[in-house]
């Protein structure tokens, strides 16, 4: 009996140091899971880090792009990935492709042993009027508006600058645009029209879609805001005649407005046919010159008020607003030029608000290339159907050539005779733009009259102030905008 209480407690022994064994065993494969797991969560944890500074480097990468792009860079270098650019923890490099002012920026980001890319469309300002060569809001919304350019060989129009359709822009023959053609619908146009960028050597395409800002005529309330009201002043007028041409309502040249004669008599075939007053941009205290070449070289003077000069009053005529309640022409049957000085050394800079029409068909020349400013703003007339245009060429002889100043027409920009014999070439230095169309007809059967618009930089450049110009209205940017901003796969 006591022999078999010593084998069980022997045995009872045995099955703790088992059990302690087991247990060891279990503690150690717990050790080892959780300094696996804590293993495993530190890998985890740092390669979460990794990707998300991996992924900073690359959205820097776009930030600087685009701080560059604001700046005016025509080119951004963003690093290569032997050569890349540092950024905190990380790096980045990657490629900015600029096509007709959109930029496609893509910026790879890489930290430790992780690489991520994003991509970014930069899209330029949408600009206004002023930005553009040529301009037609499309205000009536016209699903059939085209703006059409043509001709071939020497006949051949051509565009400088930027331009804008608020439906489609149709370019025929060898007709050609050095800028940027942007319409809302569609462009058609051969092979060649557009023309590459000259500073680049990149090729530039049509830009669909989007629409672009109109001015907001309404906030410069011109009526109370413009420095002279001609139609106010014109209450004290007599009527006298002048060389240059009939009898009119005239004011002395002591008074700004003195610039205007109202309804000559040797044009009543024109005046007599509008609804308002008219009013003729000529000076009937200056010598009558004809500029029968139209080259400008013996340009009829209009001399705006300046106190330095005998007899032209104490207050200046330059660098004001003249507001029209009635139709302005730029039309006299002896002239084929006029050129309006002041003489400042800084050049004149003037603007003429019409509450009407803007009749055309006299050229407008410069006399100060580099610092001259000259715009013509219409306004629609509630109570007038035909009012806000701009007709733009000679009725009876169509021999507009050139003109030189910046035109916006709130309603549309309007062709008259252009296809006349007289008009082979029309050459407009500034723009031509429109709050609704730009509607020019050039062609006579088979004979097309060659329009050249270059577009006049110096407003949007900031080195000509003109007064009174609008801002913008519709929701126009001033800034380039990041328009769309995505991961991609690493290129």
């Not at 040529?134 to 060989?153: E, L, V």
């Not at 109570?383 to 003109?403: E, K, Q």
């Not at 800034?479 to 690493?490: D, G, R, S």
Request: aromatic residues 8%.
């Amino acid at each position: 009996m006591q022999y078999r209480r010593r084998t069980n407690r022997k045995a009872r022994r045995g099955n703790a140091l088992l059990m302690a064994l087991v247990s060891l065993v279990a503690l150690t494969g717990i050790a080892g899971a959780i300094l696996a797991a804590s293993t495993a969560s530190k890998k985890e944890i740092g390669g979460s880090v990794d990707r998300t500074e991996a992924l900073y480097a690359a959205e820097s990468g776009i930030s600087a792009a685009y701080a560059r792009i604001s700046a005016g860079a025509t080119a951004v270098n963003l690093g290569t990935e032997s050569s890349p650019t540092a950024f905190g923890g990380g790096v980045y490099w990657g490629t900015a492709a600029n096509a007709s002012g959109t930029w496609t920026v893509t910026s790879v980001g890489r930290a430790g042993g992780v690489t991520r890319a994003v991509q970014a469309v930069i899209t330029a300002p949408s600009g206004g009027v002023y930005d553009n060569a040529i301009f037609a809001g499309n205000s009536g919304n016209s699903g059939t508006y085209t703006m059409n350019f043509g001709g071939t060989s020497t006949q051949a129009d051509r565009v400088v600058g930027d331009m804008y359709s608020g439906n489609s822009i149709t370019f025929s023959g060898t007709a050609t645009v050095d800028g940027i053609p942007r319409a809302y619908r569609n462009f058609t146009g051969p092979a060649g029209a557009i023309l590459p960028d000259p500073a680049t050597g990149r090729a530039r395409t049509a830009v669909l879609g989007g629409t672009q800002p109109i001015p907001d005529l309404a906030a410069m309330n011109y009526p109370g805001t413009a420095q002279v009201n001609v139609a106010s002043a014109f209450a004290s007028a007599t009527y006298a005649s002048s060389v240059q041409g009939g009898s009119a309502y005239q004011l002395p040249k002591t008074n700004r407005a003195h610039i205007f004669r109202k309804n000559p008599s040797d044009r009543r075939t024109n005046w007599a046919a509008t609804a308002k007053e008219d009013y003729f941009l000529e000076d009937p205290y200056q010598p009558m010159r004809t500029d029968s070449t139209s080259n400008g070289s013996n340009c009829d003077i209009i001399q705006l008020n300046n106190p330095a000069l005998a007899g032209y009053g104490t207050q200046s005529g330059n660098r004001i607003v003249y507001y029209v309640d009635g139709n302005l022409w730029v039309h006299n049957a002896q002239t084929m030029s006029l050129k309006i000085r002041h003489g400042d050394t800084n050049g004149i800079q003037v603007t003429f608000v019409v509450k009407g029409n803007l009749y055309i068909s006299d050229n407008i020349f410069y006399d100060n290339t580099t610092k001259d400013g000259l715009a013509f703003i219409t306004l629609k007339d509630a109570a007038i159907a035909d009012s806000g245009n701009i007709y733009f060429g000679d009725p009876s002889f169509g021999t507009l050539n050139r003109m030189d100043s910046f035109m916006y027409a709130e309603n549309n920009f309007i062709d008259n005779n252009l296809d006349a014999a007289g008009s082979l070439q029309i050459t407009v230095n500034g723009n031509m733009t429109a709050g609704n169309q730009v509607a020019i007809n050039r062609d006579s059967g088979t004979r097309h009259t060659k329009m050249t618009v270059n577009q006049d930089r110096r407003i949007t450049a900031g080195s000509l102030a003109m007064p009174g110009l609008p801002g913008q209205s519709g929701g126009g940017t001033t800034a380039f905008t990041i328009a769309m901003l995505k991961e991609v796969a690493v290129p």
